[in-house]
Each structure stands twice: as structure tokens, then as C-alpha cells.
């Protein structure tokens, strides 16, 4: 079992910057690989980022790629997603999830169904 807490979100102006921060509780964080999802009111969840156990490999959506970094801590349980050059359209709940412990150090899944834990949120919301 893992349990997953977000926190960094907030309210930015467009072209501000935001750290947001996913810490993980057991002993096994540094074999899942991680994954940033978000949801805006009306839609559905969307892949965001997300990075391997070993934290070599990573993959981003085009609409984030250039702005948004996807980084882990093993040591202190934790994935980071920096996201600058926000826009309006990045308004969103923005949620951490954790895919299956042992894959491939080179697995990057972007379909949320891979993922098997998720933390509660965190809301990110940019003004214009």
C-alpha cells in the first residue's frame, strides 16, 4: 500500500512558476514509477508527466513539454513536477500517482489505468 500527499499548488499569474511536491509513505517509493495527472472542472484527467524508478527516463504531454519538469527523491520519498510558464489552461487539480513497483527502468506510462495509487490533489490555478 501507498499512500500519496501532494502540496505546492496555489493561485500564480500567467508566465509564474510553481514547485509542486508528492511525498510517498513506504519503504518501496524508489520502485514505483511516478506519474503527474490533472483535471480541469468539466474534463477528464489527463497525463501530465511522469518519470521511472530509477528516475532516468521521463515523458511529458505536448501541451506541458518545455515547461513543466518531472523529478524524484528517492531518498526523501518524493516526485516533484516544476511547472513554469504557467498558463490559463493549466488551471487544474493536480494529482500524484504511483504505477506498478518493478517495471522496466525504462517504463513511462501515460494512461492513468496503469497507475494504482493516487494522492488527493493538489489545485494549481492561473490567473490571466
Known amino acids: 500500500q501507498v499512500q500519496l500527499v501532494e502540496s505546492g499548488g496555489g493561485l500564480v499569474q500567467a508566465g509564474g512558476s510553481l514547485r509542486l511536491s508528492c511525498v510517498a509513505s513506504?519503504?518501496?517509493?524508489?520502485?514505483?514509477?511516478m506519474g503527474w495527472f490533472r483535471q480541469a472542472p468539466g474534463k477528464e484527467r489527463e497525463f501530465v508527466a511522469t518519470i521511472s524508478w530509477t528516475g532516468s527516463t521521463t515523458r511529458y504531454a505536448d501541451s506541458v513539454k518545455g515547461r513543466f519538469t518531472i523529478s524524484r527523491d528517492n531518498a526523501k520519498n518524493t516526485v516533484y513536477l516544476q511547472v513554469d510558464s504557467l498558463k490559463p489552461e493549466d488551471t487544474a487539480v493536480y494529482y500524484c500517482?504511483?504505477?506498478?513497483?518493478?517495471?522496466?527502468?525504462?517504463?513511462?506510462?501515460?494512461?492513468?489505468?496503469?497507475?494504482?495509487?493516487w494522492g488527493q490533489g493538489t489545485q494549481v490555478t492561473v490567473s490571466s
Open positions: 513506504g519503504r518501496t517509493f524508489s520502485s514505483y514509477p
Open positions: 500517482a504511483a504505477g506498478s513497483p518493478g517495471a522496466n527502468r525504462y517504463y513511462v506510462p501515460s494512461d492513468r489505468r496503469d497507475y494504482n495509487y
